[in-house]
């Protein structure tokens, strides 16, 4: 039944909802607007292959070095605000890269653009996840289906604005103060008010002395050490095939099975596309089967697809297990936030900024480790990460919640 309090606060939670998708939107618009531009810059700072590598890896570094921090600005400054904000500084360190005149300010301000991605990402999921709370059903999985949804607009924006010979830093200025513009907008109709504690934080320990209170956090932390590193090897399985789709998919298609161009660029479509599609309906399955239930069904489909698809290498029989990895894996990164950020006993945001750093730190390790395999043996057998991620996701699925 619902009660006369639940229906006063419905067209808040509505308009919150509508917010932090618009949060989501904006981020993964803006981090696409640079990328189709990384040769244009290249070329305009004349860097090798080895330098641009180098340049590159800095974005993933600032992530890794501000991620622990982001649980304690979240409380501080509060996820809605957080994530606003941080969009807005995010704009202007792109346009930032945008600018760069030497191979070593490139370099710096994409590590500026990883420091302030790393805290964005976490405070938009933060206050998602509070949103969804207020729903009381799976909203999550529909954020980041916006998010890839905006990282598809952001790209293509950034192809018209090539197209068009537009300025780099002419079409960054304008992208940058276009999503600055609708993350404030967003932020007014964000939830007001602190952030909740995601787990069942006891209060227990709030007149401690600081002492006992970080003693007991330290105890909290090992306790829930078994889970949290659960947890990162699910959403680091989910971020790798992610990262084989996109980096290794056209290259695999290609050279080793001698796809025509055009062609072996399906493979990327097909995971990206059905990873989407499995987002879109992530959020119904894990109401109806539980978060547990989606996970090994999702575990089991990147496992015998991509499994079969190695075993009989054709391109159609590749194509089918990118499509199975993408959708597979859709619901992972999701879940594991979700569980992170409800873990008893830690302060808000701990548990997802604990887990978002992990699963950086996995995913700035996945790519050698590919291409180590691949020069070891070959491409295919390295690509043997895609059903082994599958199979960690149906060991460690258990920590995951089931149906409620």
Avoid at 112 to 119: F, K
Avoid at 208 to 224: E, I
Wanted: aromatic share 6%.
């Amino acid at each position: 039944m619902t009660t006369p309090a639940a229906t006063a606060q419905a067209p808040r939670l509505h308009r919150a909802r509508a917010a932090v998708s618009a949060l989501f939107f904006c981020n993964g618009a803006m981090y696409a607007s640079i990328l189709p531009r990384y040769p244009e810059i290249k070329a305009s700072l004349d860097l090798s292959d080895a330098a641009y590598g180098l340049s590159i890896a800095a974005l993933p570094v600032g992530a890794l070095l501000s991620g622990l921090a982001a649980a304690t600005l979240v409380r501080r400054v509060g996820s809605a605000r957080l994530a606003a904000y941080g969009s807005v500084v995010l704009s202007l360190a792109i346009l930032a890269v945008g600018l760069a005149t030497t191979p070593l300010f490139f370099a710096l301000a994409l590590f500026v653009v990883g420091l302030l991605d790393s805290v964005t990402d976490v405070a938009q999921n933060a206050h998602g996840l509070r949103v969804q709370r207020g729903y009381r059903r799976s909203i999550i999985n529909g954020f980041h289906a916006i998010w890839s949804l905006g990282a598809v607009s952001g790209g293509l924006l950034s192809a018209v604005a090539v197209a068009l010979r537009l300025p780099l830093t002419v079409h960054l200025t304008a992208t940058g103060a276009l999503f600055s513009a609708v993350a404030l907008l967003a932020l007014r109709s964000c939830l007001p008010g602190p952030d909740e504690a995601g787990g069942r934080a006891s209060a227990a320990g709030a007149g401690q002395a600081p002492g006992a209170s970080v003693a007991g956090s330290l105890a909290t932390l090992r306790r829930l050490a078994p889970s949290v590193v659960a947890l990162a090897l699910i959403a680091i399985a989910g971020v790798t095939v992610e990262d084989v789709g996109g980096s290794w998919s056209s290259l695999y298609l290609r050279e080793s099975l001698g796809a025509p161009g055009a062609l072996a660029a399906l493979g990327y479509i097909s995971l990206v596309g059905f990873h989407f599609l499995g987002r879109l309906l992530g959020d119904g399955m894990v109401d109806r089967f539980g978060q547990r239930a989606v996970a090994r069904l999702g575990g089991l489909l990147a496992t015998l697809g991509m499994g079969a698809a190695l075993a009989f290498p054709t391109v159609p029989s590749t194509l089918l297990g990118f499509a199975a990895a993408g959708f597979g894996v859709a619901t992972l990164v999701p879940a594991a936030l979700q569980a992170a950020d409800a873990l008893p006993g830690l302060r808000p945001g701990t548990g997802l900024a604990l887990l978002t750093w992990l699963m950086r730190l996995g995913f700035l390790l996945s790519p050698p480790v590919i291409g180590l395999i691949s020069d070891a043996s070959d491409l295919r057998t390295a690509l043997l990460v895609v059903p082994v991620a599958g199979v960690l996701v149906l060991a460690l699925s258990r920590v995951l919640r089931s149906r409620a």
